[in-house]
């Protein structure tokens, strides 16, 4: 079950207030990560954020990654989200929790997010790598090794230009958990822009994760409502400018074929659809999405 599913099961969920004897740890939670992001950028300093279920019998957790982060010296602020096993507060709560979970990355809980004082996520530890003692101050000291990396690179890359800035951009990203990248968008469209030669050979790496953010804002804000609206002929025409105007890979380009297929389908245009899928097919991309492509072609024959 996902981070989402896992909040929306719940019948009631709030954070819960921090116990009078964590209050004597080295490590101070706060209960907002906003205030805790306000209280590191005044220091200059990283954010720590503990997202946990109560339900699951981890209500040391935090006593027990605060006594880490003590052990190992880091002057780090800290925020801690819970849903508790029992509470009566209102879903837009769970809602808040799952933005969070969402903005580091987390797919399961607990998590471990460190976030850079401008508050954008750089490194993640879930499951196990929190709750196992003997793996986290492993898992935290390769955290803060990583976010120094990030930082010195990011810092270097003020001093430069072009393709070296570029270069030093890149090698930020390198050191930030993959999860946490969905933060940088804009760092990965600087890194293309400022090598228009490709001379770093980068644009392969970024320029997929950039048209795939495009995609998906197109068909969210504006193919899935014009379908609902029964405007075709308009969605169809949405999606064809996605494939003209875009550099896609072939995966992203066949999967928009396939979704101009299923318009086509669903207004009885079978013999159009067929072709669309042919066009997909011919793309020549192996595994599961062709043998798909293949079964519905043959559905569609069969009707």
Not at 84 to 93: D, G, K, L, T
Request: proline content about 4%; overall charge negative; glycine content about 4%.
């Amino acid at each position: 079950m996902n981070i989402k599913e896992t909040l929306l099961c719940l019948s009631a969920i709030t954070f819960c207030a921090i116990p009078a004897a964590y209050a004597q740890e080295s490590f101070l939670w706060q209960h907002s990560p906003d205030q805790a992001i306000q209280s590191a950028q005044a220091k200059s300093s990283p954010t720590l954020v503990l997202i946990r279920v109560e339900a699951h019998g981890e209500t040391q957790l935090s006593k027990q990654v605060g006594s880490a982060v003590g052990e190992l010296h880091y002057a780090w602020q800290g925020a801690e989200l819970v849903y508790p096993e029992a509470s009566y507060a209102s879903e837009p709560i769970a809602q808040k929790v799952i933005h969070w979970a969402d903005h580091v990355g987390a797919t399961q809980l607990p998590a471990l997010a460190l976030l850079s004082p401008d508050g954008r996520p750089c490194g993640l530890i879930e499951g196990e790598g929190v709750t196992d003692a003997a793996k986290l101050k492993e898992e935290l000291a390769e955290m803060n090794q990583n976010y120094l990396i990030s930082q010195s690179a990011f810092s270097q890359a003020d001093l430069v230009q072009g393709a070296e800035r570029a270069q030093q951009l890149h090698q930020a990203l390198q050191a930030i958990d993959s999860p946490c990248r969905e933060a940088y968008h804009d760092v990965m469209q600087q890194i293309i822009t400022l090598d228009p030669e490709d001379s770093l050979a980068l644009r392969s790496d970024y320029q997929p994760i950039l048209t795939e953010v495009v995609i998906d804002e197109v068909i969210q804000g504006e193919v899935y409502p014009l379908v609902d609206a029964g405007a075709y002929d308009q969605a169809q025409a949405t999606l064809a400018r996605l494939i003209r105007d875009n550099t896609l890979t072939n995966e992203q380009h066949q999967l928009l074929l396939a979704f101009q297929a299923q318009l086509l389908h669903s207004q009885n245009r079978t013999r159009e659809a067929i072709d669309m899928i042919d066009q997909a097919i011919a793309l020549h991309i192996g595994g599961p999405a062709h043998d798909q492509l293949v079964a519905a072609r043959l559905q569609l024959m069969a009707q």
